[in-house]
C-alpha cells in the first residue's frame, strides 16, 4: 500500500517483476516512485517536469504550487497534443507517398509487360 506521498509508475511490466521504489525531488517536494519503470527514466520525466514548472512559474509569476503545478500540465499536454498532430501529418505524407510509390511500380511493370510482347 502506497503512503500520501507515493506514486506509481509501470512501463514494461510483467507479473514477475518486482516494484522498486526511486526517490525524486520536482520544485522542491520529494516524492517516492514506486514501479517498474527503469530509474533513469524516472529521473529523467522528474527532470522535465521539475525544468517545465520552473519555466512556468518564472513566465508567469505565479508563486501557488498547485497553479504552476495545473499550468505545467497544460503546457506538458499541448506539448504532447502538438507532437501527436506533427506525427499525425507526417503519417498523412508518408501514406500519400506510399501510394505514389506503388502506383509507379504498378506503372513500370505494366511497362515491363508491354516490352515483353
Same mark, same amino acid.
Given at each position: 500500500? %502506497?503512503?500520501?506521498?507515493?506514486?506509481?509508475?509501470?512501463?514494461?511490466?510483467?507479473?514477475?517483476?518486482?516494484? *522498486? %521504489? =526511486?526517490?525524486?525531488?520536482? @520544485?522542491? !517536494?520529494? @516524492?517516492?516512485? $514506486?514501479?517498474?519503470?527503469?530509474? &533513469?527514466? /524516472?529521473?529523467?520525466?522528474?527532470? @522535465? =517536469?521539475?525544468?517545465?514548472?520552473?519555466?512556468?512559474?518564472?513566465? %508567469?509569476? /505565479?508563486?501557488?504550487?498547485? *497553479?504552476?503545478? =495545473?499550468?505545467?500540465?497544460?503546457? =506538458?499536454? &499541448?506539448?504532447?497534443?502538438? !507532437?501527436?498532430?506533427?506525427? +499525425? !501529418? *507526417?503519417?498523412? /505524407?508518408?501514406? *500519400?507517398?506510399?501510394? $505514389?510509390? %506503388?502506383?509507379?511500380?504498378?506503372?513500370?511493370?505494366? +511497362?515491363?509487360?508491354?516490352?515483353?510482347?
Amino acid at each position: 500500500m %502506497s503512503s500520501p506521498g507515493d506514486l506509481f509508475i509501470e512501463r514494461g511490466a510483467t507479473l514477475n517483476t518486482p516494484n *522498486k %521504489s =526511486i526517490q525524486i525531488e520536482i @520544485y522542491g !517536494q520529494r @516524492y517516492t516512485i $514506486r514501479g517498474q519503470a527503469p530509474e &533513469d527514466y /524516472v529521473r529523467e520525466l522528474a527532470g @522535465y =517536469i521539475d525544468l517545465k514548472m520552473h519555466e512556468v512559474a518564472t513566465a %508567469s509569476k /505565479v508563486n501557488n504550487l498547485a *497553479k504552476i503545478a =495545473i499550468l505545467t500540465a497544460l503546457n =506538458i499536454a &499541448d506539448e504532447l497534443f502538438q !507532437q501527436r498532430e506533427s506525427l +499525425q !501529418q *507526417k503519417d498523412g /505524407v508518408l501514406k *500519400k507517398t506510399e501510394r $505514389r510509390m %506503388s502506383d509507379l511500380i504498378d506503372s513500370l511493370e505494366e +511497362q515491363f509487360e508491354d516490352l515483353k510482347l
